[in-house]
């Protein structure tokens, strides 16, 4: 795959790799690519995030919840390549803004604990619940 565009010397294929070694590339990285069409979550690009890998991402399913376009990576609307090289060219030439995308990225990883998960999750379906309906009593 990577032969075809010429870049076969700069690109290696690991396949499936530890957590330890997933976190010591996905921090090596200088940004992770998430071109999805859909994503229930996205968690490829939290794990990016909490490394602090800018992450460039389509705009599908739970991808906005983790990168913040503008502020931790981009989001794009488009699938075109032509937008996602741009956008990975820009965060490639600006170390500034690849730092700066980099230092919050990690801030919004912090937000998913089991913890803060498991309390959200309970107050969505608290708001959600129907009040207790009790039996009329006569007389």
Known sequence: MASRPGIGGQVRFLGSVDQPALASYLSLAAVCVVPSYSESFGLVALEAAA???PV???RVGGLPTIVKDG???FTLVSHE???Y???I??????????????RRSRLVATQFTWENTVDRLVAEYTSHSQPVLRPAVAG
């Open 71 to 73: 502020l931790t990576g």
């Open 56 to 58: 460039v991402a389509a």
């Open 51 to 53: 490394c602090g890998t």
């Open 81 to 83: 390549p032509a937008q």
């Open 85 to 87: 090289a741009e956008r």
């Open 89 to 102: 060219g820009r965060l490639l030439a600006d170390d500034e803004l690849r730092l700066c995308f980099s």
